[in-house]
Every structure is written in structure tokens, then in C-alpha cells.
């Protein structure tokens, strides 16, 4: 990018292009939190199970974090904007193809993987296009509006969820985001593209080596609960006596150390590497890059987990579930906004740290006081808790990450940053779904073969029939099926009371292990600055007058 710095735009065309971009990086952020309050009700829809969703929630922002890389180094070949422009009409299309999905594969190919190669390409552009079209002094702010409308998509994104899944249908969100594209495509053309690096060479193997490393291990995570985590489980495939699990991770991780390894050559032969390794050498970076990633794992385990237990265990209605949320988003919305206004010399360290003490404090309280008798009111303060640290942490990473290298890497480090976020978000839902699903099985077989009530030939064919997982079903499903099978009401009624105990269980391990990544967190916060971030061109002229 050309070193001189743009004047910036008239104040009309300002407000524009903010608000094009603020609606890019809230069109993706929605997708997850809107889905997440209505995940039974689309997994009926569409003729699935709760696995079903959380596989493709899983692969939407896997798709993202595999290609975020490859998406900003698209852009900086053919123009930011233009590839904002494609990267929001793929997104369109994907969104349509959703709005009509009939099964899950058709919802798989639109939202998961069209809509995310479309966010690939859309959000690295976000954060060069900032820089193309705001002088270095108002970047920070920009930045700041920008990443807190991915915060407020978050806050708010519950609610719709759940509005339009209990009035309409969740189809209609999907169609809204059609029209919300064509009005960004519209306002598009006033933006000012960022200028373009010059000639590059596209590295095509460095891009099919980060995306197949970052594919095999977040792959093999998110197939844990069916393979199991090292044993393998009955009837699932192994090697050697080892389940799948740990061989694609180790795959992944190979494949992404010779990604690393290529990348450096390139570098060090003044090539045109996809990403520069030496920027992982810059502390500041790296430690934003890695409270993203613990932010958004746990973020994105608690949007799995909560929705479940009000609408699968509690039996609430979408738009119940939305409202019992809402204290999140109140919270999030004023520590994401009202830190930055009413503190902005505030220590980022110790924002991020009381942040997530905060998050910490809330996963805790919630792992306690779920029981099998417990109703919704207690995730009240759990939850205003959660948001008050999600909201503080949204209010300085972007500032932090971007802040940590010259104008003219920026690009890349949004590459990076929108990678940390996804594959955070990804590993998450990953997590949570299949250590919810591994303890519950666990939990629900332990309890048959302990309960009196069930006969012992029932108590056999569980063993064998359910090894593999015991699906995370509300007592209405459960009581269904086994009237469907004419099982006899005692051991009915047996089978229920132990489903309900084994879904507390699996609840309570997934959000064990969410407290123990924000608690990682809290010595990973060491990396951040001690003091508010300028950008990099302001913080050195700072350094040259001094």
C-alpha cells in the first residue's frame, strides 16, 4: 500500500462509507448469534438433529477462518473494494440458498460454505478499506464503530433469532440479509478503494496449505463426539487403535508447520509470501491475535450451550430464549460502546483482564447453578456477567492488533485477526457440542445401568445401540420416541429422569471447559499494552518528537 496517508473523506461521504462498512461486519457477525436461539426448531425444519446445526454453524466459521488468509491476499490483487463487492454478492447468494434450504446438505452449501467464502473476502477488505478512507487520526474510532457493530450483531442477533423463528419463520432472516447485500452494494460505490500493493504474486500452495491444515484439525475436533477423543468409540473407524480425532489434528497441525515453514522461504527470498512469519515475532500482535481467539471460543461455546439448555432442556420457545439472552447484549452493547467514550485513556490490560474476570466470574456462576430443577431465571446475572466481559474485550483487541504494525500491513493483520476470531468460533462450537455430547452419553448410560426401574435387556441394547452418542433430546422428543417404541411408562419415566440428570451433566463439562479458556486467557493477557493504542504512523511520529 502507498505509505502516504488519505486525506480522508468529505464528512457526508464519511458517514457513508462507515455505515457500508459497520453493515458488512454486522452481516457477519449475525449469522451465528441469530441461528443459535432457534437451532431445534431448524434442525426440525430441515429434517436433521442439534449435531446436524452445530455442524454447520461449525463449518461456516471454519470455512472462514481456512480462506480469511487466502481473502485478504485476494484483495490486495484485485482491489479491496472490488473484493468486497464479489465477496458480498457470493454472501448474497448463499443467503438466498438458505432462505430456501429443503435438507441440511442444501443448508450446508449456502450458508456454510457460500456465505463464508463470501465473509472471507468481505472482511479483510473492511479493515484496508478503514485505512484507504480515514486519515490515520480517525482510524482508531473507525475501527472501533466498525468492530462495534459485530458486537451489537452479537447483542442483538439472539433476539431476531428468536422473533422471526417464533412469528415467522427463521427462513426470513436469511431473506432479510439478501436485502441488507443489495443496500451495501449500492453504497458500495462511494467508498474509495485502498490503493493496491502493486504487483504480487498469488501463492497458491501457501493458500491450499493453510486451508487444508486449519480444515483437518478443527475437522477432526468437531468429529470428536462420534470418533472419541483418543479411544476410539464402538463402532467408529480408528488406526492403529487410535481415534481419527487425534490423526487429523496431528495432520492439521503438520500441514499448517509446513505452511509456516514455506511461508518464511518465500520471505526470506523477498517473495511474495501469503503471510509474513516475522509479524508473528511482534508481541503486541500476537497478543491481540490470541485473546481473539480465547474470546470468541468462549463466546461462541456459551452461544451453543445457553440456547440449548433454555430451549432443549426448559422446552422455551425461540423468541423466550431470545428475551432470557438479552442481558448479554445489554451488557455487551454498553462496555463495547461505553468504555471507548466514557474511559478512552482506560489501560487496555486492565480492561481486558477485569473483562475477563467478568466472562470468567459468569461461565462459573452458570456451571453452579444448573441442576435438573433449575428454571431459566439463573442465567440472569451469568449472563449479564458473560457480556459485560465480551463487550470489554470488543472494546480494545481492534485497536490493540492493528495498532501493533505500520499502516501498510494492516491488511494482512486483518487477515490474521478475522482468522484468530474464526477458528476461535469454530473450536468453540467444536468444543462445547462434542464434550456436551461425550459427558451426556457418558452420564445417560451410567444412569441406566444404574436405575432399578429399566430391565436389564433395555439396559443391554443401550449399551450397544448408544455407545456411539445419546442426542441432546428435551423430554417432550424423548417421551415421544420411546411412546413410538410402546415402551412401558415406568421404565419410560425411568428413561427420562436419567436423560434429564445426563443433560444437566453434559452441560456442566462444556462449560467447565469454557472457564478453564477464560481463565488461560487471564495470563495471556500479559501480551496486552498497559497503555491506549494510536495507530502505528501517529504512535511513531510520537516517538520521533519525543
Excluded at 479411544?231 to 509456516?260: C, D, E, N, Q, R
Excluded at 441442576?371 to 451469568?382: E, L, S, W, Y
Aim: glycine share 10%; with cysteine; charged share 10%.
Amino acid at each position: 500500500m502507498s505509505s502516504e496517508a488519505p486525506a480522508g473523506p468529505a464528512t457526508g461521504r464519511a458517514g457513508s462509507v462507515l455505515l457500508t462498512l459497520a453493515a458488512g461486519q454486522f452481516l457477519m457477525t449475525l449469522d451465528s448469534s441469530v441461528m443459535n436461539v432457534a437451532i431445534a426448531t431448524v434442525a426440525k425444519d430441515v429434517g436433521t438433529t442439534v449435531t446436524g446445526i452445530q455442524a454447520a454453524i461449525t463449518l461456516y466459521t471454519l470455512v472462514m477462518a481456512m480462506l480469511m488468509v487466502t481473502g485478504g491476499k485476494v484483495g490486495s490483487l484485485i482491489g479491496r473494494r472490488r473484493a468486497f463487492t464479489i465477496g458480498c454478492i457470493v454472501y448474497g447468494a448463499g443467503s438466498l440458498m438458505t432462505a430456501v434450504a429443503p435438507n441440511l446438505p442444501v443448508l450446508i452449501i449456502g450458508w456454510s460454505v457460500l456465505e463464508g467464502i463470501g465473509a472471507a473476502l468481505i472482511l479483510p477488505a473492511i479493515v484496508a478499506l478503514v485505512a484507504g478512507n480515514f486519515p490515520p487520526e480517525g482510524r482508531p474510532r473507525a475501527y472501533g464503530l466498525v468492530m462495534g457493530a459485530g458486537a451489537i450483531a452479537v447483542a442483538v442477533g439472539p433476539l431476531i433469532g428468536g422473533v422471526a423463528a417464533t412469528y415467522f419463520s427463521w427462513r426470513w432472516v436469511f431473506v432479510g440479509e439478501v436485502l441488507v447485500v443489495a443496500v451495501i452494494l449500492v453504497l458500495a460505490r462511494r467508498i474509495q478503494d485502498a490503493p493496491l500493493e502493486g504487483r504480487t504474486r498469488f501463492d497458491v500452495t501457501g493458500s491450499v496449505l493453510a486451508a487444508v491444515g486449519l480444515g483437518l484439525a478443527v475437522f477432526g475436533v468437531l468429529r470428536s463426539a462420534e470418533w472419541g477423543w483418543v479411544v476410539p468409540k464402538s463402532g467408529a473407524s480408528s488406526l492403529l487403535g487410535v481415534s481419527l480425532t487425534v490423526w487429523f489434528v496431528i495432520s492439521g497441525l503438520l500441514v499448517v508447520w509446513a505452511f509456516l515453514e514455506r511461508e518464511s522461504r518465500l520471505e526470506e527470498a523477498s517473495r511474495d509470501p501469503l503471510v509474513k512469519p516475522s509479524m508473528f515475532s511482534n508481541r503486541q500482535m500476537m497478543g491481540g491475535l490470541l485473546m481473539f481467539f480465547l474470546l470468541y471460543l468462549v463466546q461462541a461455546g456459551l452461544f451453543f450451550t445457553i440456547p440449548l439448555f433454555l430451549s432443549v432442556s426448559l422446552g422455551l420457545t425461540a423468541i423466550e430464549t431470545g428475551l432470557r439472552i438479552l442481558p448479554l447484549s445489554i451488557t455487551l452493547l454498553a462496555a463495547a460502546v461505553g468504555i471507548p467514550k466514557f474511559f478512552p485513556n482506560a489501560s487496555p490490560r486492565r480492561v481486558v483482564r477485569l473483562g475477563l474476570l467478568a466472562m470468567l466470574a459468569g461461565v462459573v456462576v452458570l456451571l453452579v447453578a444448573i441442576d435438573p430443577a433449575a428454571d431459566a431465571r439463573i442465567v440472569t446475572v451469568p449472563l449479564l456477567l458473560a457480556g459485560l466481559g465480551i463487550g470489554a474485550l470488543a472494546s480494545q483487541l481492534g485497536a490493540v492488533t492493528v495498532s501493533a504494525v505500520p499502516d501498510e500491513l494492516s491488511p494482512e493483520v486483518g487477515g490474521l485477526q478475522n482468522t484468530a476470531t474464526n477458528l476461535g468460533a469454530a473450536l468453540g462450537t467444536a468444543l462445547a457440542g462434542s464434550i456436551l455430547i461425550t459427558s451426556l452419553t457418558a452420564a445417560f448410560l451410567l444412569g441406566v445401568q444404574e436405575n432399578p426401574a429399566i430391565p436389564e435387556q433395555v439396559k443391554t441394547q443401550a449399551s450397544v445401540q448408544l455407545a456411539g452418542g445419546v442426542p441432546f433430546l428435551s423430554d417432550s422428543d424423548l417421551q415421544a420416541a420411546l411412546d413410538q417404541a410402546a415402551v412401558p411408562a415406568p421404565v419410560a419415566d425411568a428413561a427420562i429422569e436419567v436423560n434429564r440428570d445426563a443433560r444437566v451433566e453434559g452441560l456442566q463439562s462444556a462449560l467447565t471447559v469454557l472457564a478453564l479458556f477464560a481463565a488461560v486467557g487471564l495470563f495471556a493477557a500479559r501480551r496486552i499494552p498497559d497503555h491506549p493504542q494510536r495507530s502505528a504512523p501517529a504512535a511513531q511520529r510520537a516517538v520521533r518528537e519525543s
